[in-house]
Structures are given as structure tokens and as C-alpha cells.
């Protein structure tokens, strides 16, 4: 009975933390990093004078994740700075357009987002959005009726 309330109470906290609902706020409870509203309020709590340790056990997390955001402080980071270097997708080369152009030109004109998966060794989702920002089948829709190809 006393386990089941203090269940109770800590997804109650964690609602407030995330004010979002009780089920989704437990699963982000055990994330790595902090979510922004956790970072938000650990900065609030830290500029008020509170130690690492208050701070950790108010939000359910590690002291380690707190003192990130202590050291953050002192460097004069903000809690809602934006990611400034954008990610690079391992795909992001020319060898993987040739090798897809190589199959494309095996199998007729027709491949689908599964074989891009396999022959670039990744997700199909990987694939799909990859093809999406190529903006690949837009060149080859337009030269492969000029060869007597026809696109899936």
C-alpha cells in the first residue's frame, strides 16, 4: 500500500515537472538527458541558492544531469539554447546517389524504398526520408522516359 503511494506521488511529480500526463511523464522520467522544463527549473532552483542534491531529488534525477547544467551556468549557457551545429547524415556523399543510380539502371527504372535500404545499408524509414531530401526520383522521373525507362 505504501509502495503504490509513493508510485502515486512520483508520477504526480513528475507530472508537474513535464505538465504532461502522468503515463508519458514516468517514461521520460528515466531519460538521459533533461527535457527543457527540467532544465528550466533546475537553472531557477540553482540561481535561487539551491544545492545540486535538492535540485536532483525535486526532479527524480541523476547528480550528474544537475551538475551539467550547473557547469552550463557558469559558462553562461542559457537552459533553452538551441542545438547551433546541425547533425550530418551518414548518407550525405555522392557514393551513395551513384550506387543507387547503379540500381536504378539494373532493375529498369523501378526500385522501391526497401532495396534503397538494402543497398545503402540502413532503415527503410532511413531510406525514405533520405530519398525525400534528395529530391532524387524528381531528376530521374524526367530522364528516364527520354531512355525508355519507366518510374515505379
Known sequence: MAEERLGMESVVLA?????????????????RYLSKEERRIATEMLLGGAS???????????????HKVKCDLKQGLSWNVARTKTRKSKL?????????????????????????AKVLNCAPSTAHTWRKKQGFFKTWTKTLPKIGIHPV
Request: with cysteine.
Open 52 to 66: 545540486i542534491r535538492a535540485v536532483s531529488k525535486k526532479l527524480h534525477r541523476a547528480l550528474s544531469s544537475i
Open 15 to 31: 507530472t508537474e515537472v513535464e505538465g504532461g500526463e502522468g503515463v508519458s511523464a514516468v517514461k521520460t522520467k528515466t531519460s
Open 92 to 116: 550525405d556523399n555522392d557514393t551513395c546517389k551513384r550506387l543507387i543510380e547503379d540500381e536504378l539502371e539494373k532493375n529498369d527504372g523501378r526500385i522501391t524504398v526497401a532495396q534503397i
